[in-house]
């Protein structure tokens, strides 16, 4: 069964960091491309950032561009989002998804507010 | 960026009944290797965007046959033949060919 779990969300002040992680188990992490997708509150879904199963290729959306980071350590079946100078409008929660979206997980939320 | 556009937004049905969501993208979605990289998502209440469809028509494993997907180039279509009261929710289009990947803004779907 496949299985995707997020962590490292929280409340942070507006221009701080967080780093959350997705740890993946149940199938072979090192041939698949990862991503991570957010939803603000009661909005819908925005694609942020996309890694190659490889690393060979990453894509950001513009929103976030300069600000986010993506990274994967195949070894370790273990997909990250480095999140630096947070905004009010980062606000959401953050899913990592498998593919295009054929696995996601339950989701992590991030608050940005003072 | 790609944008696709859906319709009704929302959209009350009655159990049983046949529904039907429409999506529209801004540039045509058929790949090269002929394939057309069109998704569908369902999303419950308080739960995770779940794939229903991929690459235009392929049904997920597990996925009800009632739900069917079609269309070519630009115009998408989702259909429920016979809805029932678990799909209730809110259901996505997505294209996966041009980066950033893109969603429709969502279709409701309730029961009358």
């Known amino acids: 069964e496949v299985q995707l779990v997020e962590s490292g969300g929280g409340l942070v002040q507006p221009g701080g960091s967080l780093r959350l992680s997705c740890e993946a188990s149940?199938?072979?992490?090192?041939?698949?491309?990862m991503s991570w997708v957010r939803q603000a509150p009661g909005k819908g879904l925005e694609w942020v950032s996309y890694?190659?199963?490889?690393?060979?290729?990453?894509y950001y959306a513009d929103s976030v561009k300069g600000r986010f980071t993506i990274s994967r350590d195949n070894a370790r079946n273990s997909l990250w989002l480095q999140m630096n100078s947070l905004r009010a409008e980062d606000t959401a929660v953050y899913y990592c998804?498998?593919?295009?979206?054929?696995?996601w997980g339950q989701g992590t939320l991030v608050t940005v507010s003072s | 960026d790609v944008v696709m556009t859906q319709s009704p937004l929302s959209l009350p049905v009655t159990l049983g009944q046949p529904a039907s969501i429409s999506c529209r993208s801004s540039?045509?979605?058929?790949?090269?290797?002929?394939?057309?990289?069109l998704n569908w998502f369902q999303q419950r209440p308080g739960q995770s965007p779940r794939r229903l469809i991929y690459?235009?028509?392929n049904r997920e494993s597990g996925v009800p046959d009632r739900f069917s997907g079609s269309g070519s180039g630009a115009d998408f279509t989702l259909k429920i033949s016979r809805v029932e009261a678990e799909d209730v929710g809110v259901y996505y289009c997505?294209?996966?060919?041009?980066?950033?990947?893109?969603f429709g803004q969502g279709t409701k779907v309730e029961i009358k």
């Open positions: 998804a498998r593919g295009q979206g054929g696995d």
């Open positions: 149940g199938f072979i992490f090192s041939s698949y491309s």
């Open positions: 890694i190659s199963s490889s690393r060979s290729a990453i």
């Open positions: 540039q045509s979605l058929v790949h090269s290797d002929g394939n057309t990289y």
């Open positions: 690459k235009l028509s």
């Open positions: 997505m294209q996966a060919i041009h980066w950033p990947w893109t």
